[in-house]
């Protein structure tokens, strides 16, 4: 099956005020991970007039199914839907200002983009064999999304997946369709140090946490320079350094929280038992008692050759997408979309939305805008690389 392209276009072009409507409803009402209610009945309410079947996932995860003209293999469209714990200060009359929450990733867009693209697919659900599901995943900021689609099993016997993500660092018309292991696996670890407070005149009587933990997180910036192959990328981050309660006390107790991201298995299960290792040895030498614990956010995100290949051609076929990278350098970012591609091959494209480089805002941070004009481009992307793998069986 060949797609009409520039039919696609004109019908992406028409709703595209709704996709941009949508988007800045989504970023005037953000909500947390796994709090997203207001967020999923919007989703489930524009599926309804679509006449799309949906059902909850989780509490606030939805997922759509369009069935085609005749039975055949299933794709999975996805976006999140999540937002952050971050003011909103983008300062456009949509921003969110009635609470300390702030779509500064990008997800409100992921939303208006999917809606959009189901939209279109509704009038062409007489072009193809099979069923395209839109997956609305809540979560994907503390990575405890992607894992309810999978434990209800709604990723059994899927054929292919489709994600993309909204990348302020592109402009607008960019689309990165690399091969392999683009994004990485995300751990996050905490380390507790307790020890003996007291008098800081008095050194000799106490167990120092403060020094420890201080020695900790140097100690922890050298695992990556030291044990690792210098070929191998990784990261090991420190966020959070919590202790002390007086210029003259000694700290009982300290808190640290870091993340370690990798590409490779091998290496990210080395790292978090050297942190470990580091950590106790470190805790031991002054005395105090240390507590190291990981919580694991996501696995690295390796897109399907085969996958990133047809989604670069597609991508060179969509009106206004002017700059296709094939060759892109991989981010120590993460994202559980990675879940989905552990159950079929896919691709997870970065799609450009920022500006120029004085005026492009990164992710995460309060003044965090997209470039609108990658809200079409991200919908028409959805649609034809659908459609065109439907072509491809």
């Given at each position: 099956?060949?797609?009409?392209?520039?039919?696609?276009?004109?019908?992406?072009?028409?709703?595209?005020?709704?996709?941009?409507?949508?988007?800045?409803?989504?970023?005037?009402?953000?909500?947390?991970?796994?709090?997203?209610?207001?967020?999923?009945?919007?989703?489930?309410?524009?599926?309804?007039?679509?006449?799309?079947?949906?059902?909850?996932?989780?509490?606030?995860?939805?997922?759509?199914?369009?069935?085609?003209?005749?039975?055949?293999?299933?794709?999975?469209?996805?976006?999140?839907?999540?937002?952050?714990?971050?003011?909103?200060?983008?300062?456009?009359?949509?921003?969110?200002?009635?609470?300390?929450?702030?779509?500064?990733?990008?997800?409100?867009?992921?939303?208006?983009?999917?809606?959009?693209?189901?939209?279109?697919?509704?009038?062409?659900?007489?072009?193809?064999?099979?069923?395209?599901?839109?997956?609305?995943?809540?979560?994907?900021?503390?990575?405890?999304?992607?894992?309810?689609?999978?434990?209800?099993?709604?990723?059994?016997?899927?054929?292919?997946?489709?994600?993309?993500?909204?990348?302020s660092g592109l402009p607008a018309g960019t689309v990165d369709s690399t091969a392999g292991a683009q994004w990485a696996s995300v751990?996050?670890?905490?380390?507790?140090?307790?020890?003996?407070g007291g008098h800081v005149a008095q050194p000799q009587l106490s167990q120092?946490?403060?020094?420890?933990?201080?020695?900790?997180?140097?100690?922890?910036?050298?695992?990556?320079?030291?044990?690792?192959?210098?070929?191998?990328?990784?990261?090991?981050?420190?966020?959070?350094?919590?202790?002390?309660?007086?210029?003259?006390?000694?700290?009982?107790?300290?808190?640290?929280?870091?993340?370690?991201?990798?590409?490779?298995?091998?290496?990210?299960?080395?790292?978090?038992?050297?942190?470990?290792?580091?950590?106790?040895?470190?805790?031991?030498?002054?005395?105090?008692?240390?507590?190291?614990?990981?919580?694991?956010?996501?696995?690295?995100?390796?897109?399907?050759?085969?996958?990133?290949?047809?989604?670069?051609?597609?991508?060179?076929?969509?009106?206004?997408?002017?700059?296709?990278?094939?060759?892109?350098?991989?981010?120590?970012?993460?994202?559980?979309?990675?879940?989905?591609?552990?159950?079929?091959?896919?691709?997870?494209?970065?799609?450009?939305?920022?500006?120029?480089?004085?005026?492009?805002?990164?992710?995460?941070?309060?003044?965090?805008?997209?470039?609108?004009?990658?809200?079409?481009?991200?919908?028409?992307?959805?649609?034809?690389?659908?459609?065109?793998?439907?072509?491809?069986?």
């Open positions: 099956m060949s797609i009409d392209q520039m039919a696609i276009h004109e019908q992406i072009e028409q709703i595209a005020p709704q996709i941009v409507a949508d988007r800045r409803h989504l970023h005037a009402h953000p909500e947390l991970s796994l709090e997203e209610y207001q967020t999923a009945a919007f989703i489930a309410a524009r599926l309804d007039e679509l006449s799309i079947a949906h059902r909850s996932i989780g509490r606030t995860g939805v997922l759509g199914t369009l069935p085609g003209r005749a039975k055949g293999p299933r794709i999975m469209l996805r976006a999140d839907i999540d937002a952050l714990p971050l003011r909103d200060g983008c300062g456009a009359p949509w921003a969110n200002t009635a609470s300390e929450v702030n779509h500064a990733c990008g997800h409100d867009g992921h939303i208006a983009a999917l809606l959009g693209a189901a939209a279109v697919l509704v009038q062409h659900r007489d072009d193809f064999d099979g069923v395209i599901e839109f997956a609305f995943q809540p979560a994907e900021e503390i990575g405890a999304g992607a894992i309810l689609f999978e434990r209800a099993k709604e990723l059994e016997g899927l054929d292919q997946v489709f994600g993309l993500h909204l990348v751990d996050k670890f905490t380390i507790d140090v307790t020890g003996r120092d946490a403060l020094v420890t933990a201080a020695s900790i997180v140097v100690e922890l910036q050298q695992v990556v320079a030291r044990e690792l192959d210098p070929f191998q990328p990784a990261v090991v981050g420190i966020g959070v350094l919590r202790c002390g309660e007086n210029y003259n006390i000694i700290a009982s107790s300290a808190h640290i929280e870091g993340t370690v991201r990798a590409f490779d298995e091998a290496v990210r299960a080395q790292l978090l038992a050297a942190l470990e290792r580091i950590a106790r040895g470190v805790g031991e030498a002054h005395r105090t008692r240390v507590v190291f614990s990981t919580r694991p956010y996501t696995d690295a995100l390796s897109n399907d050759p085969g996958a990133a290949a047809l989604a670069a051609q597609v991508a060179a076929r969509v009106p206004g997408v002017d700059h296709v990278v094939t060759d892109g350098v991989a981010n120590a970012t993460g994202d559980d979309f990675a879940v989905f591609l552990h159950h079929a091959p896919g691709v997870y494209l970065r799609v450009g939305s920022g500006g120029t480089p004085s005026t492009s805002v990164p992710h995460h941070s309060y003044g965090f805008a997209l470039n609108e004009a990658a809200l079409p481009i991200a919908a028409e992307l959805h649609v034809s690389y659908a459609l065109s793998w439907f072509g491809t069986r």
